[in-house]
């Protein structure tokens, strides 16, 4: 069974930012990394769930035209749309995933801490869900923590796995340390030298 929606209420409950994300550097260097390995400079669309208290999707809403961010915890929700008052292509919405996937095309997904909440089904839902909305040249980026989370129905390893062979795309960047894995997939598999004429 997928993480239930009272847990992350729970997290939030009295506290703005349960992940230290604002305060720990390693979020920081996570997120700076994050930012490191999209291959392009700015995306048309870019939809991110599970966007917790909104501090990626901060330097998200810097890279694109149009960010759609989603949480399934009111509190969350709400801290989001704060984080992202200086950004109106913004929008945040409340909802709970896969089923409430939003709709449109996006250039770029991020699957930030989020997959390893989800039960088998609904991960491949999910999965699913991804394939159907991104651009013909779209691109899937994925990142999670290593070490077990009690309570979750699976690993970032086994997130990673189901993804690799799902998604059925090039797999453009592969940066794997003991603390997490990040991995960016996408169906134009050209390199950042060759779309600038380097190569």
Excluded at 99 to 104: A, E, I, L, S
Excluded at 161 to 171: F, G, N, S
């Amino acid at each position: 069974m997928s993480v239930a929606t009272p847990y992350f209420d729970q997290l939030f409950a009295g506290n703005d930012d349960p992940w230290a994300f604002r305060h720990r550097w390693y979020e920081q260097r996570k997120r700076a990394l994050t930012g490191a390995l999209l291959t392009r400079p700015r995306y048309a669309s870019i939809f991110e769930p599970g966007c917790a208290n909104g501090e990626l999707s901060a330097e998200l809403a810097l890279r694109c035209e149009r960010l759609v961010c989603c949480d399934t915890a009111a509190a969350a929700v709400a801290l989001a749309k704060t984080r992202l008052l200086e950004f109106p292509h913004a929008q945040v919405y409340q909802g709970r995933l896969p089923d409430q996937w939003p709709t449109g095309r996006f250039e770029l997904i991020v699957l930030s801490e989020l997959c390893y909440y989800l039960d088998a089904d609904d991960l491949h839902r999910l999965i699913d869900c991804v394939l159907a909305s991104l651009t013909d040249n779209g691109q899937l980026l994925a990142c999670h923590w290593r070490p077990m989370i009690e309570g979750c129905p699976h690993t970032a390893e086994q997130v990673h796995a189901v993804l690799q062979q799902r998604l059925d795309m090039p797999h453009v960047v592969h940066h794997h340390e003991s603390d997490f894995l990040l991995d960016l997939w996408s169906r134009d598999g050209t390199s950042v030298a060759s779309h600038e004429g380097l190569r």
